[in-house]
């Protein structure tokens, strides 16, 4: 079998990925390790900066977005218990943010991906890249127990952060750079409205806390938890009891309760992996990079990366031009840098850090205080929520 392309992934940085390409007139095989419904049923993020939407609509992948999604202007920051609004619209000069889920990002690229009948092989087992070096790589899977062999000009690697693409950059090339944060989150989805019409981000001497939704009947709440906490260990109440506490008096009396549909635990961490490129291999998304999700960067940077790798693809396959896939790496990573210290220092801010001298804890207390006092220090936390403006590598405006 011969692509031009073979994309390693169908999260949503695979897929979107093999879309833009598919409109390009350029070929794409997708192979993902997962089953369909387990792709398709996995809940991560919420939130959609304007130029993800944007680039979503290019694709072709807008209309139920367009129409679903909910428009969001602003968010609050809950300080013990006391809530102040941060008016990303008024402070951005009009930017604003989308809330329509991961889940039904991805749904939308599968069906289009399916409709165009371009290749997406689910339960592609072992896949195995060869030659990245060569400017012929080539990729085996094995379904069924066969062993297939794909010919290709170019390797996305698009599995995420467990993925194997990464592990095919040599150790001598390749560098990582890492935190991890000494707790998680537990997330719990449940078919109630909204605490608030916006999203809350908390921060209460127990730990963080996060409001978040889903639509107007779906909600989606996040608490800071042990990274060994075990959901057995959390039935409904005992996290609803949490969530009333950390949002303080006035949400408690409003927050609607119900069966969790999903409960989860997730690590946060910030990682990058450099260079993004090696050979004809090029990473995207969270197999380059993990943000953790305070700031709801990881699947916006995803997107970003795409966007700059879908130019560089086309501009190889239909102009013979090296100068994009060139630029790749370094292109991505001067956002991914930028995206790193937002979230990290929006983590910092939010959560209770256990270990943390209580001189420090004076001075995050004080860093919040100085937020709410100063209009510059709101617009530096807007300006990066709703996504820092897109810089064309090309040099085009
Ligand atoms: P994904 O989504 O992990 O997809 C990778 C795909 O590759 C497959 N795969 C393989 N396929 C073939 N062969 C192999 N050897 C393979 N190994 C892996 C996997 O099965 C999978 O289908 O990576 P991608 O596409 O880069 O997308 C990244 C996003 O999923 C991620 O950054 C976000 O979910 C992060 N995130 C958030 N991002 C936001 O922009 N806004 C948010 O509000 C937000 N909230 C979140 C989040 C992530 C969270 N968790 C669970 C980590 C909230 C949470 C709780
Ligand atoms: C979510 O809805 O899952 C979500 C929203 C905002 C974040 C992280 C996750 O910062």
Same mark, same amino acid.
């Given at each position: 079998?011969?692509?031009?392309?073979?994309?390693?992934?169908?999260?949503?940085?695979?897929?979107?990925?093999?879309?833009?390409?598919?409109?390009?007139?350029?070929?794409?095989?997708?192979?993902?390790?997962?089953?369909?419904?387990?792709?398709?049923?996995?809940?991560?993020?919420?939130?959609?900066?304007?130029?993800?939407?944007?680039?979503?609509?290019?694709?072709?992948?807008?209309?139920?977005?367009?129409?679903?999604?909910?428009?969001?202007?602003?968010?609050?920051?809950?300080?013990?218990?006391?809530?102040?609004?941060?008016?990303?619209?008024?402070?951005?000069?009009?930017?604003?943010?989308?809330?329509?889920?991961?889940?039904?990002?991805?749904? %939308?690229?599968?069906?289009?991906?399916?409709?165009?009948?371009?290749?997406?092989?689910?339960? =592609?087992?072992?896949?195995?890249?060869? &030659?990245?070096?060569?400017?012929?790589?080539?990729?085996?899977?094995?379904?069924?127990?066969?062993?297939?062999?794909?010919?290709?000009? $170019?390797? =996305?690697?698009? &599995?995420?952060?467990?993925?194997?693409?990464?592990?095919?950059?040599?150790?001598?090339?390749?560098?990582?750079?890492?935190?991890?944060?000494?707790?998680?989150?537990?997330?719990?989805?449940?078919?109630?409205?909204?605490?608030?019409?916006?999203?809350?981000?908390?921060?209460?001497?127990?730990?963080?806390?996060?409001?978040?939704?889903?639509?107007?009947?779906?909600?989606?709440?996040?608490?800071?938890?042990?990274?060994?906490?075990?959901? $057995?260990?959390?039935? %409904?109440?005992?996290?609803? &009891?949490?969530?009333?506490?950390?949002?303080?008096?006035?949400?408690?009396?409003?927050?609607?309760?119900?069966?969790?549909?999903?409960?989860?635990? !997730?690590?946060?961490?910030?990682?990058?992996?450099?260079?993004?490129?090696?050979?004809?291999?090029?990473? !995207?998304? %969270?197999?380059?990079?993990?943000?953790?999700?305070?700031? $709801?960067?990881?699947?916006?940077? $995803?997107?970003?990366?795409?966007?700059?790798?879908?130019?560089?693809?086309?501009?190889?396959?239909?102009?013979?031009?090296?100068?994009?896939?060139?630029?790749?790496?370094? !292109?991505?990573?001067?956002?991914?840098?930028?995206?790193?210290?937002?979230?990290?220092?929006?983590?910092?801010?939010?959560?209770?850090?256990?270990?943390?001298?209580?001189?420090?804890?004076?001075?995050?207390?004080?860093?919040?205080?100085?937020?709410?006092?100063?209009?510059?220090?709101?617009?530096?936390?807007?300006?990066?929520?709703?996504?820092?403006?897109?810089?064309?590598?090309?040099?085009?405006?």
């Amino acid at each position: 079998m011969r692509t031009q392309v073979v994309i390693i992934g169908s999260g949503p940085a695979g897929l979107l990925l093999g879309q833009l390409l598919h409109r390009a007139g350029i070929d794409t095989i997708i192979l993902e390790r997962r089953s369909r419904a387990y792709v398709e049923g996995r809940i991560r993020a919420g939130v959609l900066e304007q130029g993800t939407v944007d680039l979503l609509v290019e694709a072709g992948v807008g209309a139920r977005l367009k129409a679903e999604g909910l428009v969001h202007t602003g968010f609050d920051i809950c300080i013990d218990g006391t809530r102040h609004r941060i008016d990303l619209e008024g402070l951005t000069g009009g930017k604003t943010v989308t809330v329509y889920g991961q889940t039904e990002v991805t749904k %939308d690229l599968i069906n289009a991906r399916v409709a165009s009948g371009a290749p997406l092989i689910f339960e =592609a087992e072992n896949a195995t890249l060869h &030659d990245v070096e060569s400017d012929r790589p080539r990729v085996t899977y094995e379904t069924d127990g066969e062993t297939h062999t794909v010919e290709c000009t $170019a390797i =996305a690697g698009c &599995d995420g952060f467990h993925g194997i693409s990464r592990q095919s950059i040599p150790d001598s090339v390749l560098r990582t750079y890492e935190r991890a944060y000494p707790f998680g989150w537990l997330g719990i989805l449940a078919d109630v409205p909204p605490v608030s019409h916006e999203l809350i981000y908390a921060t209460h001497p127990d730990g963080f806390a996060l409001a978040s939704m889903r639509s107007e009947t779906r909600s989606r709440y996040y608490i800071q938890c042990p990274l060994d906490t075990d959901v $057995a260990d959390w039935p %409904d109440e005992r996290l609803w &009891d949490v969530l009333k506490t950390r949002f303080g008096a006035d949400a408690a009396a409003t927050l609607r309760t119900g069966p969790s549909i999903e409960k989860s635990v !997730a690590p946060l961490r910030s990682f990058v992996a450099e260079p993004m490129r090696h050979g004809r291999l090029f990473l !995207a998304g %969270d197999a380059a990079h993990i943000v953790p999700p305070t700031g $709801a960067k990881g699947l916006n940077l $995803a997107a970003a990366d795409v966007r700059i790798l879908s130019w560089a693809l086309i501009d190889l396959f239909k102009a013979g031009s090296t100068a994009g896939i060139d630029g790749y790496s370094a !292109a991505c990573l001067a956002r991914v840098w930028k995206v790193q210290r937002f979230s990290w220092w929006f983590s910092t801010q939010l959560h209770r850090f256990d270990t943390e001298p209580e001189f420090e804890r004076r001075v995050h207390r004080a860093e919040l205080d100085y937020l709410l006092e100063s209009d510059s220090a709101q617009k530096t936390l807007a300006e990066n929520y709703v996504g820092l403006p897109f810089v064309d590598p090309r040099g085009v405006a």
